[in-house]
């Protein structure tokens, strides 16, 4: 983001908090961001654990920012976007993270030639690990797109798809920190019914999931090829994978991403 920019924050909830922790660490100054959020013990959390200040209504805080990331539910964008109609003139910039909303809905709702960006972040931009996506509304300038990329690059990773491939971003890396935390999880369980003590078991399922991520990323390899490496000939590796394939977890995983992608398109036709 543009150094010294006014950043206002529509929603003080999980992602709301990750991008300003992620943006504090980044070097943005407190006084440049402010948040709203109607739940008295969220906004004092917020308030308190970042030293940002919690402005006292939306409307406010659009009239104080120059970019506003629109985080709330994407089943109230109507109820909360529509006392907003008319305000975002052609000096802010919209952000929006919702799941599903589409850029068009949300130019609607807010009226005239709004600049809107649509995004899809995920949650271990808490850890400055996000992967993001991003995409133009109608009406963004020259710049807009590398002015949110900014944003996101705080964080994480970015990439510009087109909008019509945010639901499928959405159900990939949108929910998929979900899908590695079940991962973890049950190879930890899976660990217990071996024998291991449970804190041994968690931290190594944990350490490995991060550490062939690492390793996918850091050597650049395709992960059939890595994949390759572990598996001896006629040793316990190739043993599990063919299990895996049997009882589909490929084909599980690619049934999770769909489901969760038409779940997306769902939320932006409620
Ligand atoms: N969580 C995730 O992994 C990801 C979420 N997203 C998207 O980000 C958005 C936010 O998600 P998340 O942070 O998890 O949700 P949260 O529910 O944690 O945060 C939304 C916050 O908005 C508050 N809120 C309710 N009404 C208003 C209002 N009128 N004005 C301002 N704030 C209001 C809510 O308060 P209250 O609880 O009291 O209603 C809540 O604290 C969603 O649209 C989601 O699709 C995108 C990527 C990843
Ligand atoms: O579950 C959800 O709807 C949101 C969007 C992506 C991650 N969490």
Redesign the pocket.
């Known amino acids: 983001m543009v150094n010294g920019e006014k950043i206002g924050f529509?929603?003080?909830?999980?992602?709301?908090e990750a991008f300003i922790n992620g943006l504090l660490n980044a070097g943005a100054r407190t006084e440049n961001i402010r948040f709203?959020?109607?739940?008295h013990d969220?906004r004092q959390h917020i308030a308190e654990t970042y030293g940002v200040q919690a402005a006292d209504d939306?409307r406010e805080l659009v009239e104080w920012a120059g970019a506003v990331v629109l985080?709330?539910?994407?089943q109230?964008v109507k109820?909360?976007l529509r006392p907003l109609h008319g305000i975002f003139t052609r000096d802010k910039l919209l952000i929006s993270?919702?799941?599903?909303v589409s850029t068009r809905t949300i130019e609607g709702l807010l009226g005239g030639e709004p600049r809107v960006v649509r995004a899809?972040?995920?949650?271990p931009a808490l850890v400055d690990a996000a992967a993001s996506a991003i995409c133009r509304g109608s009406y963004v300038e020259e710049g807009d797109m590398e002015h949110a990329a900014g944003l996101f690059r705080s964080v994480g990773t970015v990439h510009e798809v087109a909008e019509d491939q945010m639901d499928a971003v959405?159900g990939l890396s949108?929910?998929g920190?979900a899908y590695v935390f079940t991962v973890i999880e049950a190879l930890a369980a899976a660990g217990v019914q071996q024998g291991l003590r449970l804190d041994v078991a968690h931290e190594l399922a944990l350490q490995t999931v991060y550490g062939a991520a690492k390793l996918v990323k850091e050597t650049g390899e395709h992960p059939a090829l890595l994949r390759e490496k572990v598996c001896s000939p006629g040793g316990t590796t190739i043993a599990a994978i063919r299990t895996l394939e049997e009882r589909g977890l490929r084909a599980s995983l690619m049934e999770a991403v769909a489901v969760a992608t038409r779940r997306s398109e769902e939320l932006g036709r409620e």
Do not use: D, H, Q, Y
């Open positions: 529509i929603g003080g909830g999980n992602m709301a709203f959020e109607p739940n969220r939306n985080a709330i539910k994407p109230i109820e909360v993270i919702l799941a599903g899809m972040p995920n949650t959405t949108g929910s920190p």
